[in-house]
């Protein structure tokens, strides 16, 4: 037979002991006819009932729910909703931009809108100020200092302008008056006067018209008798003009008999006597019955011959049924000859001729035709 040593048996009994002392006090603390309640998550127990575990409490808010939430507590568990202007994005509180909604800022007309965490602040834009729930705009001209002095200062929404006055430009930093009148802003004929900021047009004398336009006013029809009865009106551009009739010279307003008499040149033969008469006068022949004035040569050429020789055509009255000339008639020569012929000389008969010039080809014969009692001379 083996035998245990002491040592090892007192250490084996040792174990034995310490079992039986275990299950001695757990048959006294856990009969095997009783039970144990354990509350459920959410929930702690007094030792008679279980209580809600309150997560939301002070102790224990700072860490159960995320930032820009607030903690709801329910029985057994808790929420944590998103604070107003945030909403949840997965397991994050993420800020609203209201100012990018898709319904439209949410601020009045004349307004920025700014986001803040969780909110917004609506701001008046510059050059308005809040008035009420709006924004009214700012009038800046009410200040006279706002403008130069010599500027005019011009209301706008949400801003104001400062400018020169009409009429006037900037030049230097200063308002300058302008000088419309360098654009020609009237009638050709007008005159334009310029005044500080502005212009104005007038018609020169003898015009009508606003300036704009300018229009002759014909006196020898508008005003009444405007000449000397012995002068005959004639309209120009913006005025008119006096003629005194043949006979008379115009001493100022005024038309007097003109004495031909007294010219040099003699316009008489040398034979008879000049006597001047209210608008004319007559050379008066001391040998022959009839009196009358001369005429002097004048000659208009038609058109040149191969010769060289040009044709010409006279007008005159003679006594006579005609007179040659043979040879070639040349303007020296004829006016010489009819220069001493009178003109509207009656014969005994009482009739009146014509007389016709002409060179012809075929002839070198001056012929006189008779006048035409219709035809004025």
Known sequence: KTRLKPTKSLSLLMVCLLILILIISLSFSFPIWSYYCECIKGFWSN????????????????????????????????????????????????????????????????????????????????GYKPIDRGCEDIDECKDNTTCRFDQVCTNLPGGYNCSCPLGHHEEKQACVDTNECESLPCHPVARCWNTPGSFSCHCPLGFAGNGSWCKDVDECVALTKPCHPLARCHNTPGSFVCVCKPGFVSIGPLCVDFDECQQANELCHSAATCSNHVGGFKCSCSHVILSFPLINCLCFPNRERKDGHRRWKFTLYHTANGFPIYGTIVRQDLCEFLSKI??????????????????????????FKKKKKKENI
């Open 342 to 367: 009178p003109y509207n000389t009656k014969n005994v008969s009482g009739s009146t001729y014509s007389v016709s010039a002409k060179a012809a080809k075929s002839s070198k014969t001056v012929v």
């Open 47 to 126: 030792g008679t009932e279980c209580m809600d575990v309150d997560e939301c409490s002070d102790s224990l808010n700072s860490s159960v729910c995320q930032p820009h939430s607030v903690c709801v507590n329910i029985p057994g568990s808790y929420l944590c909703p998103c604070n107003e202007g945030f909403i949840l994005n997965g397991t994050e509180c993420q800020d609203v931009d209201e100012c990018q909604s898709p319904d439209g800022t949410p601020c009045p007309e004349h307004s920025l809108c700014n986001n803040t965490a969780g909110s917004f602040f609506c701001q008046c834009s510059p």
